[in-house]
Structures are given as structure tokens and as C-alpha cells.
């Protein structure tokens, strides 16, 4: 079993090595971190339109609170569906889910797959729900198998897991210095869960933890996906030739604009100009030679207007692979019943697919695993969706659909 984890973990980090240069260069581009070189960076409209398209996910997918999920009975005989709809809001409200979740649209929309990990809280905290956005970076995935690779230090890990045992070649090492880090990887294939310490060899000689779980906690979904494909593609890996092109554009009218106002120079060199100290400010007085041409301006070659037409071009199409032209607000002024039915007709065919993969790979899960510890606490009675309950998404993209349909009846 062990022998066959490990080989399943480095398939995992295989297939996931194409992604992560891809990664880094959409991220660049949109959310550049610490350790990116800001100067490298010189255009913002890839990074601006990225994160209006994460707040319009959020407010049309996910609004905080308002009544975007529900409960529905299946029968007269299941348990009271919409007690366990108020107490799942309840725990949602008050649980960090609201700020975390922001983090995972980021994620989905530069890199089109986002992790969103749903831990649980102490008992006697004010939800039962801990919510965590995992990098993708240090998550592999295989068909119902994912590998969470995380740096930690020992105390940490003893912390986190405290029946666990340090092996024998790094227990003298933890015990002289308890904040060594140690490479940790949790996995979980299917229901099977097993952490251990990346440190060379076996995974065998390095478990600190295994269990079982009900319901997956690590929720992962994806923008769009292509036949054949783990991770998913967002709009940002699709504009990314356009923002790469559009931040070239800029860097080369940066420059050309630094010749424009400084210039290019040549003189003489007749021994009487000394080159070194001259300074080209507003007022300086540059002294030369009788008879000799001095300090003259060299002409540039060309002219770089051409580049607005092209940098235009550019902006418009990744504003547009963004969305940003096309899910922005309302107009200030009164809308009619056909024009409603049209904008809403033109969010759902836009959002239409990647609203659907949501519902099956983000929300229920979500409601799969919230119903799970809740009911596991002894909060509300055992619920399963599709056995108990009918889940019912009334976000504003749902009610979207469903006013398109009773606006376009009447019409």
C-alpha cells in the first residue's frame, strides 16, 4: 500500500509540472508576490481585470450574507431541511469562509483551478467551520486522490499531530533543534488519509499520521477543463500571450519615452568638452570650442506612435478575455423587461458552463461536508443531499436564470 502511494504521489507531481511554469507566469502577471521582480512589470490591466472579475464571481456566485443556498425536503418525512439550511448559514457567517473564499476565485480565475480546504474548529467555537485557501503549488492531483505538500517545522508537526513519533535519523536532530523544517505531505486517496515526512526514502519509515475521512475536506474546482486534462484552464492562462505582448508594448514606449525626454548626444571629442561632467538640466550652460559643432542631439530613427494602436488592441482584447467589458454594473438608468432578459441571457451563456462546474465541484461539496460535521456534532440530525434534502442555489447568477425564464414567458 505504501509502495503504491508513493509511486501515485509521484505521478501526481509529474503531471502537475507542465502546469506550474504556466502558474508562474499567469501569476506574474496578475499577482505578482514578494519574490517578483516589480520592475519587470509594466502593465496593470491583466492585474486589475483579474481581480474585478474575482469580486464579480463572488458577488454573483457567493454573496455574503444573503440567502444563496437552501435546503429542500424530499418528502414530508425527512428531517427539517430548512433548520439545517439556517444552521449551515449560521456556521458559514460566522466561520472565515467569506474572506477565504476570496482568495480561491483569485486562484481560479489566474490559474483556473483553486483549493479551498474545509478544516474544523475547536468545540465551544463560534462555528465549526476553519477555512483554509491552499496554494496550488503545493497541490498534486490524480482521479480522486490529492497530495498536499507543506513546509513545516518539527514543532509544528508535533503540534498538529501530537501521537506522532519522530524517526530515529531525525530525532536527535528535532530534539537539538525543535523548529527544524521538515517537508510534510498529506494525502488522501478517496477516503484513506496519510501524512508523512518527504525526507528521502520510504514513505513507511516516515508516516506521522493516518486516518479515514467522510467527507473530503479539500474542495478543488476549476474554470473550464480540457478532454484529458486534471487542472483547469482559466480566463487568465487564455489572455496570458495578449498580457505577456501588452507588457513588451509598454516597456518599449517606457523607454522610447525616456530617449523622447532625455535624447541621445554626440560631440566632438576635441579635448576641450569633457564628457564626464556634463549634465543635461533645464538652465545648464556646456561650453565648447570656437568653431566647433559642440554638443549636438542625435535624431531617432523612428517614430512609436504605431505602439498606442497596438497597446489599444491588446487591452481591449485581455479586458474582454476577462470579462471585464462584459460583467461590469448596471447602467444608472432604468433598464426595460427586454433589455433585463438580454443582459442576463448574455451572463448566463458567458458563465453558464463555469456556473454548472461550480455548482458540482464547488457548492455541494461544500454543503457534503458542512451537513457532514455538523451532523457529526450532534447540531442538526444526519442529512444527505439527494437522500434527505434537494439542494436549492438562489445566489443572484440562479436567480438570474430563473427571472430570464419568467421575463422571457411574458414577453
Not at 476565485?105 to 465551544?124: E, H, R, S
Not at 498536499?148 to 513519533?165: D, F, L, N, Q
Amino acid at each position: 500500500m505504501q509502495n503504491n502511494l508513493q509511486q501515485m504521489y509521484k505521478r501526481a507531481l509529474d503531471l502537475r509540472s507542465p502546469w506550474v511554469s504556466r502558474w508562474d507566469s499567469a501569476r506574474k502577471y496578475t499577482m505578482p508576490n514578494a519574490d517578483d521582480d516589480m520592475a519587470l512589470l509594466f502593465d496593470a490591466t491583466a492585474a486589475d481585470a483579474a481581480d474585478n472579475l474575482a469580486a464579480s464571481i463572488y458577488t454573483l456566485l457567493t454573496p455574503p450574507e444573503s440567502l444563496w443556498l437552501q435546503l429542500v425536503p424530499e418528502s414530508i418525512d425527512s428531517p427539517d431541511a430548512q433548520f439545517a439550511t439556517e444552521i449551515l448559514r449560521a456556521h458559514l457567517n460566522d466561520s472565515n469562509f467569506y474572506t477565504t473564499i476570496h482568495q480561491c476565485y483569485i486562484d481560479l480565475v489566474v490559474l483556473g483551478t483553486a483549493c479551498l480546504f474545509m478544516g474544523q474548529n475547536p468545540i465551544g467555537a463560534s462555528s465549526a467551520f476553519n477555512f483554509t485557501a491552499i496554494p496550488m503549488s503545493d497541490i498534486a492531483i490524480l482521479p480522486n486522490a490529492v497530495f498536499h505538500t507543506t513546509s513545516m517545522t518539527a514543532r509544528e508537526v508535533m503540534e498538529k499531530y501530537p501521537t506522532w513519533t519522530p524517526p530515529s535519523n531525525l530525532r536527535e536532530t528535532i530534539k537539538q533543534n525543535p523548529d527544524t523544517p521538515l517537508k510534510l505531505v498529506q494525502s488522501l486517496v478517496g477516503t484513506d488519509f496519510t501524512a508523512w515526512l518527504d525526507v528521502g526514502g520510504d514513505i513507511e519509515n516516515n508516516i506521522v499520521s493516518t486516518g479515514t475521512f467522510e467527507t473530503n475536506p479539500y474542495i478543488i474546482f476549476r474554470w473550464s477543463l480540457n478532454s484529458g486534462e486534471l487542472y483547469g484552464r482559466g480566463p487568465v492562462l487564455r489572455a496570458l500571450p495578449d498580457i505577456k505582448t501588452a507588457n513588451k508594448v509598454v516597456e518599449l514606449v517606457l523607454k522610447n519615452a525616456t530617449i523622447a525626454v532625455s535624447g541621445i548626444w554626440q560631440a566632438d571629442d576635441d579635448g576641450v568638452i569633457n564628457l564626464n561632467n556634463i549634465n543635461l538640466t533645464p538652465g545648464a550652460i556646456i561650453p565648447k570650442a570656437v568653431g566647433s559643432s559642440g554638443l549636438t542631439p542625435l535624431k531617432c530613427g523612428a517614430d512609436f506612435d504605431v505602439s498606442q494602436l497596438v497597446l489599444k488592441d491588446l487591452r481591449e482584447r485581455i479586458r474582454h478575455a476577462l470579462l471585464a467589458d462584459r460583467l461590469g454594473l448596471l447602467s444608472d438608468k432604468e433598464m426595460t423587461a427586454t433589455e433585463i432578459v438580454a443582459r442576463n441571457s448574455d451572463m448566463i451563456r458567458i458563465l453558464g458552463a463555469t456556473y454548472g462546474r461550480l455548482l458540482h465541484e464547488f457548492i455541494r461539496p461544500l454543503c457534503d461536508r458542512g451537513l457532514q460535521i455538523l451532523s457529526a456534532r450532534g447540531l442538526i440530525e444526519p442529512i444527505k443531499l439527494n437522500s434527505n434534502a434537494e439542494l436549492k442555489y438562489i445566489a443572484p447568477i440562479a436567480q438570474m436564470s430563473a427571472l430570464e425564464t419568467v421575463l422571457g414567458g411574458e414577453l
